[in-house]
């Protein structure tokens, strides 16, 4: 599998449509030992099962696994593959056990550490979503001073970079960023950035004007708008502090979207609205039960022209069509301000 030049490569691997005898060689031979340069044993008597995919863009490799519980050892022979890159492992929701250099740490719901690929090392996973990034040493010997002593260094899961770099990842392999070649070079130099800051001692970053945390930054807003876009009366001042950041400068983040807050949340209100509109069941629901809910009216109110998509709805008497009339609705406060 190439990992350089310009070349984008993802590969899933699922045992699940495959006899169980079969899977666990297939798993081990095609994935494990052929892409990850590891050995690895099943530690449960349950029938195996791994569902993972692996990302590759310019040496920053991302693995993403869910499966039975086992234990990965690259060992000494592994070593000849000549991979020198620092590892970065997150184990979220389960736990994970990882060995390296005499030393044992394990890992809880959200907490990562880095570990060495040019050493002997071993990962036991146990339950839930382990996570893994492999960064280029040299990509990070620019950014953090002795690497070497911050292996097993373990990471909360209150880290601040660390929250920012699974954000940031998250809507990144989400919109497809690194499919695109005109994105990958920033989404990659980020990720270095983030890393770096993730596994090294650093002050608080406040509202940092550097890019990396300003692209993460702006991605975990996203997230968490997106999550709590229904809750009324959702505001700037709760989304910055829950993201640790000042309102004016979520406002600047929201900015780089070309839209403002209150713009994106009534966009994302207006969707979900156009989405209960056209289901088939909604035939059977008035038009006013879905703006008592608090997801219609006054956003299209507010909403000035339409976007095209609601425009096609229908004009507006099809609304009526289906149950209620327009004229006789509330303009309630569903949108934010």
Request: proline share 5%; hydrophobic share 45%.
């Amino acid at each position: 599998m190439s990992t350089d030049a310009a070349d984008f490569v993802s590969h899933r691997v699922s045992t699940r449509e495959h006899p169980e005898r079969v899977r666990l060689p297939l798993w081990r031979e095609s994935f494990v030992r052929a892409i990850v340069h590891a050995d690895v044993e099943p530690l449960a008597t349950i029938p195996f099962q791994v569902d993972a995919t692996l990302q590759a863009i310019r040496g920053l490799r991302t693995l993403a696994l869910k499966g039975s519980p086992m234990r990965f050892k690259r060992s000494q022979t592994n070593l000849d593959d000549g991979d020198d890159s620092i590892g970065l492992i997150v184990c979220s929701p389960g736990k994970s056990q990882l060995t390296q250099r005499g030393r044992d740490i394990e890992l809880c719901a959200g907490d990562a550490a880095s570990i060495l690929h040019s050493e002997p090392a071993t990962v036991t996973y146990a339950n839930g979503i382990l996570f893994g990034l492999a960064v280029p040493r040299e990509a990070l010997a620019e950014r953090v001073t002795d690497i070497e002593s911050l292996a097993l260094r373990p990471i909360l899961r209150r880290n601040e970079p660390l929250r920012l770099l699974m954000a940031y990842l998250k809507l990144a392999f989400k919109e497809g960023a690194l499919a695109a070649p005109r994105l990958r070079d920033a989404v990659v130099s980020h990720t270095y950035d983030l890393v770096a800051l993730a596994i090294s001692e650093c002050a608080p970053l406040g509202d940092s004007d550097a890019s990396a945390i300003v692209a993460a930054r702006h991605s975990a807003v996203l997230d968490y708008i997106a999550a709590h876009f229904q809750k009324p009366g959702l505001s700037v001042e709760e989304v910055a502090h829950r993201q640790g950041i000042s309102p004016r400068y979520l406002q600047r983040l929201m900015a780089l979207s070309g839209s403002s807050f209150t713009g994106h949340v009534n966009e994302l209100r207006l969707r979900l609205a156009f989405k209960l509109l056209t289901e088939a069941r909604v035939s059977a629901q008035l038009i006013s039960d879905i703006a008592l809910e608090g997801r219609l009216l006054r956003c299209f109110a507010l909403q000035s022209p339409l976007p095209s998509s609601f425009r096609r709805f229908a004009a507006w008497g099809s609304l009526r069509r289906q149950g209620s009339r327009l004229s006789h609705l509330p303009l309630i406060g569903a949108c934010a301000r």
